[in-house]
């Protein structure tokens, strides 16, 4: 089982769209969560980090649920230019800054 | 965030050299540093951890001899590609470890012909 599971995807979503995303995590040691966005051909960059208490930023939301070992991000009203891999990132206690990464999640926001 | 760069942003090589990566953390001070490699349509690949003033380490199956890393201070880490040839051919990160999270540089492009 891989440590950080994600869809492949792709997601084709029509612009204006609602898109979800979930990621689940193997390690209960995991301690700290995050939102990558990478475009092709590009390197990841930080989107958000994932608090139990969720938090937003602008038209985006992520939620961590511990119990679960579950990670969400939401998109609202898409744009073309979010389309990118999303990669779900979780950080083990005592790996220092090591992380790991899910194999992404590929958006494609369509006219 | 902090800021990341990486240079050269590509190169194309003959089998057989070297190739030097450079990583720089241009607004902090990084102890760890880490190498990756991603090829096309394939996640990227953890390679090393390096640790400023020690040596690194690498994952398993990445032959420390071939790839050679220095991390010679807490902004510069150096990936050496030694005895080039073309399977490495690939697309080469550097991140700096910063708060919790790693921030990345923007990537090598190396293409061994």
């Known amino acids: 089982r891989k440590e950080v599971e994600q869809d492949p995807g792709p997601f084709n979503v029509p612009e204006g769209a609602t898109v979800a995303f979930n990621c689940t995590y193997s390690n209960s040691a995991s301690q700290s969560f995050f939102w990558y966005r990478q475009d092709c051909r590009k390197e990841p960059k930080l989107l958000m980090s994932?608090?139990?208490s969720g938090n937003e930023d602008g038209r985006f939301t992520a939620q961590l649920n511990r119990a679960s070992q579950y990670i969400s991000l939401l998109i609202r009203d898409s744009k073309l230019s979010d389309s990118a891999t999303y990669l779900c990132?979780?950080?083990?206690?005592?790996?220092?800054?090591?992380?790991?990464f899910g194999t992404g999640t590929q958006l494609k926001v369509e006219l | 965030g902090a800021v990341v760069s990486q240079h050269p942003s590509r190169v194309i090589c003959k089998s057989g050299t070297s190739v030097k990566i450079e990583c720089r953390s241009l607004?902090?001070?990084?102890?760890?540093m880490f190498w990756y490699r991603q090829f096309p349509k394939q996640s990227l690949m953890l390679m090393a951890t390096s640790n400023e003033g020690s040596k690194a380490t690498y994952e398993q199956g990445v032959e420390k001899d071939k790839f050679l890393i220095n991390h010679a201070s807490l902004t510069l880490s150096t990936l050496t590609v030694t005895s080039a040839h073309p399977e490495d051919s690939s697309f080469y990160i550097c991140s700096c470890g910063y708060q919790e999270t790693q921030y990345f540089g923007p990537g090598t492009r190396l293409l061994v012909l």
């Open positions: 994932v608090y139990s």
């Open positions: 607004d902090f001070q990084a102890t760890t």
């Open positions: 990132v979780v950080n083990v206690k005592g790996g220092g800054n090591k992380l790991t």
